[in-house]
């Protein structure tokens, strides 16, 4: 299963949609719109309406209608072409504006009935958490921001740029079309939030490459261990 995160933004709402493969593409369609501008905008031949709509949106999806292309344990029996257009519901400019997409493998039947395995408590990541929001705050004093999601990409680029050559890896994807500008915004804004974890003072090459692959899934040589790239 698949998991897709759109920005939060601050003193905005959640939703998720869970099997977001099988909702209309015309409704997720939808969704471009409020997760780029946090508006819905209603226009009629009497005029415009614009209404608040930041939301962090969490979409999960099946690989296939199965569920099982790609597992560990195999069995997918989809043709192709059912792959092809079951993905293709989750559009190219929908998933531009999706932040972090998380491959989730099947949980075995060791990390299920073994007790010693447990994971990070909420109470430190929460922690970590504070104190990242803390540094993001202070550095957007007297902004009209105070998180990374709602800073525009040129604001990023220009005032708060990172370490000489982080970019480097997500510019040679612009070049080969696999990042657009809206894209490369994206990963600057999530790069910030690496960094402010990790307590870096600006993004550096690993919270760049970090970002790359929580956007794309690609391994960019960055291990994200304990919420630090």
């Not at 409704?27 to 930041?54: F, I, K, T, Y």
């Not at 657009?180 to 915004?185: F, Q, V, Y």
Request: glycine content about 10%; aromatic content about 2%; some cysteine.
């Amino acid at each position: 299963m698949s998991s897709i995160v759109s920005p939060l933004r601050s003193g905005s709402k959640s939703d998720s949609l869970d099997e977001a493969a099988e909702c209309s593409a015309r409704v997720l369609d939808a969704l471009r719109q409020p997760l780029e501008s946090g508006q819905v905008v209603v226009a009629r031949a009497q005029g415009l309406m614009r209404m608040p709509a930041r939301f962090l949106l969490v979409l999960a999806a099946n690989p296939c209608p199965c569920g099982r292309h790609g597992s560990r344990g195999g069995g997918c029996e989809c043709r192709p072409s059912s792959v092809r257009r079951y993905r293709a519901r989750l559009s190219g400019p929908l998933l531009d504006r999706v932040d972090l997409r998380v491959t989730v493998e099947p949980v075995t039947r060791a990390e299920l009935t073994n007790p010693g395995v447990h994971g990070e408590s909420t109470k430190a990541v929460a922690a970590r958490v504070r104190a990242a929001r803390e540094r993001a705050a202070a550095r957007y004093a007297g902004t009209p921001w105070q998180t990374n999601s709602e800073v525009p990409g040129h604001e990023l680029r220009t005032r708060w740029p990172g370490s000489p050559g982080a970019l480097g890896r997500a510019e040679e994807d612009m070049e080969r079309g696999l990042l657009t500008a809206r894209g490369l915004d994206r990963v600057l804004r999530v790069a910030w939030t690496l960094a402010d974890l990790a307590g870096h003072d600006r993004p550096t090459a690993d919270d760049v490459d970090g970002a790359l692959e929580l956007r794309t899934g690609v391994r960019r040589g960055a291990a994200l261990t304990g919420g630090r790239p």
